[in-house]
């Protein structure tokens, strides 16, 4: 819902009683709708995100009677999107757009925090177990020279190759490999999917590989990847971005409310406030998805019908 165009109820004098009687029957419907009927959430691109809203489509639709559009939008054009009006909220943040964020949060105040969604995000390089066990040294980024002609392909020469992040992800793998002086070259893999169809065929084979990954991620349970470690990370070693030589931080992932829907949404925006749920939770819906090939909505189906004693919590109080 565009919650930027509200009619107004101001009546010029002179309208007769009739006139009168069906603006304000038309503002309070256009209001009513503003506040409960129907909203927009904003869903990144990868199938997490996706979880936690099929999973809120469906509860809200149920249980709440409100229609629920699902928007796929990048982070920062979300932001832009809930800023507008366009949309209504985002479910999962991963803290990647800080300019537009102080921008509409703290300067316009368009958008306001909704709180953590329960799930903490973590991004860091791995590679597989079964090579990180024969070579233990690989766990150590200070060290990840020794190991690289091990990572080469037809594309990197002799350099190793690291299969990167989709471009819209939160990423600064470009300025580590610099900073850090390793000998790496960036594959783009283009989005999640390609990327996970590599890692599959490469960990099928045995092959070693080294990769920007995350968690909550489905495949995490198919798959066994150990974590190179990174420089420990402090506050600030990633500011500017092109000064990163840190490990990523831990990111309690956050939900974001466009301002007038927080205030005028009603049950919706009390429900997508108490939205919070688990990792393992997410990863659920998750690998239906994903791995199993289930729709969407079937598969927040199968989750609400299972865990009523999770999302009822979520509901507004009567």
């Not at 409960?36 to 979880?51: C, F, K, M, N, Q």
């Not at 597989?128 to 233990?136: E, G, L, Q, R, V």
């Amino acid at each position: 819902m565009n919650h930027s165009k509200r009619i107004s109820t101001t009546l010029v004098a002179g309208v007769g009683a009739l006139g009168m009687l069906a603006l304000s029957a038309c503002a309070a419907e256009t209001e009513s709708k503003s506040a409960s009927d129907e909203i927009t959430l904003t869903v990144p691109s990868w199938v997490g995100a996706r979880a936690n809203a099929e999973v809120a489509k469906v509860i809200m639709e149920q249980e709440l009677d409100v229609k629920v559009e699902l928007q796929q939008l990048d982070e920062p054009v979300a932001f832009d999107a809930l800023n507008n009006g366009k949309a209504d909220a985002i479910l999962e943040d991963w803290g990647g757009s800080p300019k537009k964020e102080k921008l509409y949060i703290e300067d316009k105040k368009t958008i306001v925090k909704g709180g953590d969604l329960g799930v903490v995000g973590h991004i860091g390089w791995f590679v597989p177990k079964y090579y990180a066990d024969a070579n233990p040294e690989v766990t150590d980024a200070t060290k990840l020279n020794k190991f690289t002609k091990d990572f080469s392909s037809a594309n990197s020469g002799d350099m190793g190759e690291f299969l990167g992040a989709a471009p819209s992800y939160t990423t600064y793998d470009e300025h580590l490999v610099k900073n850090l002086k390793l000998n790496l070259k960036i594959k783009e893999t283009g989005n999640e999917a390609a990327q996970i169809k590599e890692i599959q065929q490469k960990y099928r084979d045995k092959q070693p590989f080294i990769t920007y990954w995350w968690d909550p991620q489905w495949l995490n349970a198919d798959i066994d990847l150990v974590e190179v470690k990174l420089p420990a990370y402090e506050e600030g070693c990633n500011v500017p971005e092109t000064a990163t030589d840190c490990a990523y931080a831990n990111t309690p992932l956050q939900k974001y409310l466009n301002a007038d829907f927080a205030k005028d949404g009603g049950d919706a925006a009390e429900f997508i406030k108490n939205f919070k749920w688990s990792t393992e939770a997410q990863n659920e819906v998750a690998k239906a998805i994903a791995k199993d090939k289930m729709s969407g909505p079937d598969a927040a189906e199968q989750w609400v019908k299972a865990n009523k004693s999770v999302w009822e919590a979520w509901l507004p109080k009567k």
